[in-house]
Structures are given as structure tokens and as C-alpha cells.
């Protein structure tokens, strides 16, 4: 891939370039991919078959952004985990969403923002094993600390869903 590509992937098309909170404006990237996903539901018969699209979607998304992190780390930004890669952020939000099937633009709405949300505070405070994650070599870092944020907040947001939903 080009220079110019891998960097328009890192940054979400330059959400991860804005000088204030480019994290949390990355995150507002995956809205639209979700918003994507919550539509190509209608195609799927049934949920397993969904989730099960879901899921393979988000381990191909997984693999995208650890190559283009590395690559962005390595010939782009040339230091460790720059804050303009946002790609991982957009991850880690589709993440705390899988499982999650609002019906609806009510319960869309409200998964979008419990999921930013949850997503945000697991990223932000990097709790347990989240913190150490982040020091694997090759953009693996860079990406599984929000993919292991993700994962924590989907738990999370299933049992929200579960009783509330």
C-alpha cells in the first residue's frame, strides 16, 4: 500500500489529525461503519448468521489495522503508538458493539452511544490488563489495547442490553 493510503487508515481520513482529542474523534469513525453494519442485518436471515458476519468482520478489521499501525508506526510517524493512528480506536468501538442488534433508530441510537460511551472510559483508563497489552511490538500494541478495551466494554454492554433492551 501507499504512503498515502496507510496514512489516510491510520487517521481515519484525518479524524486522528485534529489537535484536540483525536482519539475520541476517531472513535466517532466507527459510527458509520456500525450504522453500515446495523443495516446489512436485513440481508442476514437470522442472528447467528449476523454475529457470525460480525465477528469475521471484525478479525479481518483487526488484521487491516495491525498491518497499517505498523506500517504508519514505522515509515510515517516514525515513533511508537502515535496518537494520529486512530484506526484502533474505530476497532475497539466495533468491538464493544458486536453481539448488540438494536432494532430500530431508538435502540441504534442507544447502542451507538452507551458503546462510545463504555468504549471511551475502558480506553481512557486502560485498566488491567488493557495497560500492558499496549507494549507488543508491530502495531500488534498499538491495536489490542483498544480490541482488549472493546472486548471488556462489549461484556459490559451486552449486560446493559440484556436487562435493559
Known amino acids: 500500500m501507499?504512503?498515502?493510503?496507510?496514512?489516510?487508515?491510520?487517521?481515519?481520513?484525518?479524524?486522528?489529525?485534529?489537535?484536540?482529542?483525536?482519539?475520541?474523534?476517531?472513535?466517532?469513525?466507527?459510527?458509520?461503519?456500525?450504522?453500515?453494519?446495523?443495516?446489512l442485518k436485513k440481508i442476514f436471515p437470522n442472528n447467528m448468521i449476523y454475529n457470525s458476519f460480525y465477528f469475521m468482520f471484525l478479525m479481518t478489521f483487526f488484521a487491516i489495522a495491525v498491518y497499517v499501525s505498523d506500517r504508519a508506526e514505522k515509515e510515517i510517524y516514525k515513533e511508537k503508538d502515535p496518537q494520529?493512528?486512530?484506526?484502533?480506536?474505530?476497532?475497539?468501538?466495533?468491538?464493544?458493539?458486536?453481539?448488540?442488534?438494536?432494532?430500530?433508530?431508538?435502540?441504534?441510537?442507544?447502542?451507538?452511544?452507551l458503546g462510545f460511551i463504555i468504549f471511551r472510559f475502558f480506553d481512557i483508563t486502560k485498566l488491567g490488563p488493557i495497560y500492558k497489552s499496549q507494549f507488543f511490538g508491530?502495531?500488534?500494541?498499538?491495536?489490542?489495547?483498544?480490541?482488549?478495551?472493546?472486548v471488556i466494554g462489549n461484556f459490559l454492554m451486552v449486560c446493559i442490553w440484556t436487562i435493559f433492551f
Do not use: H, R
Not at 494520529?84 to 452511544?113: K, R, Y
Not at 500488534?140 to 472493546?150: N, Q, W
Open 138 to 150: 508491530n502495531g500488534v500494541g498499538v491495536v489490542l489495547d483498544d480490541f482488549l478495551a472493546g
Open 84 to 113: 494520529a493512528v486512530v484506526i484502533d480506536e474505530v476497532l475497539g468501538f466495533l468491538t464493544t458493539l458486536f453481539l448488540i442488534n438494536p432494532v430500530g433508530f431508538f435502540e441504534t441510537s442507544m447502542a451507538i452511544i
Open 2 to 39: 501507499k504512503k498515502k493510503t496507510i496514512k489516510n487508515l491510520a487517521t481515519v481520513f484525518g479524524l486522528g489529525d485534529l489537535p484536540v482529542a483525536p482519539g475520541t474523534f476517531g472513535t466517532l469513525g466507527g459510527i458509520p461503519i456500525y450504522i453500515g453494519l446495523v443495516f
